[in-house]
């Protein structure tokens, strides 16, 4: 298993909620490096590329107001790319399953993130998927002179046979 870069958003109900030290001092129980740090105003049309695999589902719409903000009385997510060892994979498992009630307790969104009335899933944190998704996302968020390190395919020919 190689080094590899993942994305992490704190989103707008973790900043609402007071709970960005909470999370910060759970991803940082990977002993992950942190490549790439900044607070974001999220623009519509960053919300819907982020979110562009789920265009078709019928919650888009509001996933893409909750990372506005917009339901949270907040215009702040805190982004991060973490690097290391399985970075992707370890911090998927810390973040826990995408439904807050089913994820384990002992995760990040297990143990912090709710069910909105309405349905959505509040659950605190975004985590790249795979390492195709975090490449996307990472250029998405941050400009490569934002990073300690190159993260893109191109710039890390090296890594080719382990992906
Ligand atoms: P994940 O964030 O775990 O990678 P997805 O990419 O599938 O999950 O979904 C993006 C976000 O959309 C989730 O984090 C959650 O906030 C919301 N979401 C996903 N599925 C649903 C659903 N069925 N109903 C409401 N909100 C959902």
Redo the contacts with the bound molecule.
Sequence with gaps: MAEEATLVLIKPDAIQRGLMGAVVSRLEELRLEVIGAKAVQVSRELAEAH?D??RE?P?FQ??VE?LQGTLHETRQVVAFVLWGEDAIGRVRELTGA?NPEQAHPTSIRGALGRMRTT?????VV?AS?DRREAEREISLWFKPHELLRAVTRSASRLDERDR
């Design positions: 979110y695999h789920l589902k919650f509001e996933i909750y995408t349905g959505l899933m509040e659950n975004h998927s």
